[in-house]
């Protein structure tokens, strides 16, 4: 089948797996490139216990709704620290990454498998204020407390004033 033809159909019936697989831009050897966020991760270390007091919040609301506590996931911690970081460098809080990225484009980026993969962002007071504010949105409470979701991985970064920048990506490694 001639290129041309394969690439409508992809534009044509953007549910067909095939075609999702090389959405987004890819290495040279076809694996899918890293998000502008994942270098900024490299030059922002975050603060490893406030997101261990961010990771504690969830888990503690998703023990006070009899949900089960989610397990750490590096390739989860990668793309939320590496979020948290960008948004601080943009000053501004939102799931699309500054170079248009989503949260699955992150996760397969890293390899992470991407059924069920959610984020949750924030800004400003704690980690605690963090949580209870997602708590209070239902879109957010739903995500934060789907049972789908086996493993975390958070993110913090301090934007320009000291501002708190908040990332949490939730996911089932459903390989």
């Known amino acids: 089948m001639p290129r041309s033809r394969i690439l409508a ?64 996931a590096p390739a989860l911690a990668q793309i939320a620290q590496g ?34 993969v959610v984020q949750l962002v924030g800004r400003g007071g704690s980690p605690a204020d963090a949580v209870a504010d997602w708590l209070a949105r239902d879109a957010q409470r739903a995500e934060l407390l789907g049972q789908p979701s086996r493993q975390i991985g958070v993110g913090y970064a301090a934007g320009v004033g000291g501002s708190a920048y908040y990332s949490v990506v939730l996911g089932d490694d459903c390989r």
């Open 83 to 116: 979020h948290a970081c960008d948004m601080a460098g943009q000053g501004r809080v939102d799931v699309e990454g500054s170079n248009g990225s989503s949260v699955v484009d992150r996760a397969r980026a890293v390899g992470y498998p991407v059924c069920g």
């Open 9 to 72: 159909l992809c534009l044509v019936l953007p549910g067909l797996a095939a075609c999702q697989q090389g959405v987004g831009p890819t290495t040279p050897d076809n694996r899918p490139a890293d998000p502008a966020e994942q270098a900024l991760a490299a030059r922002c270390a975050g603060d490893p216990g406030i997101a261990a007091q961010l990771e504690a919040a969830v888990n503690a609301a998703r023990l006070a709704e009899g949900k089960t506590v989610l397990d750490p």
